[in-house]
């Protein structure tokens, strides 16, 4: 049991996929700040971690593979 005090809140199952959703809006840079506010408080901090994470690592890669096809022709 936890502590008194110390509640956690549980996470949603489609909490992840919520995540997704969350990181590639505000990658966009279109987020209402109020959706911002209430995914805040449905999402995971782990899950932003990771889903940021990787969005970016297939960014840097789809550029890198964008800029040897175009530097190849």
């Known amino acids: ?3 008194p005090g110390h509640e956690t809140k549980p996470v ?3 909490a992840f996929f919520r ?3 969350m990181v590639a809006w505000s990658l966009l840079g279109i987020r209402k ?3 911002l506010e ?4 449905q999402v995971s ?3 932003i971690i990771v ?3 990787v ?4 960014l840097v890669v789809g550029l890198i593979v964008l800029v040897n096809v175009v530097v190849a022709k």
């Open 45 to 47: 901090p782990i899950h």
């Open 38 to 41: 209430k995914d805040a408080a």
């Open 51 to 53: 889903v940021g994470v």
């Open 12 to 14: 949603a199952s489609g």
């Open 33 to 35: 700040n109020s959706e």
């Open 1 to 3: 049991m936890s502590e």
């Open 55 to 58: 969005t970016i690592i297939i």
């Open 19 to 21: 995540t997704i959703k």
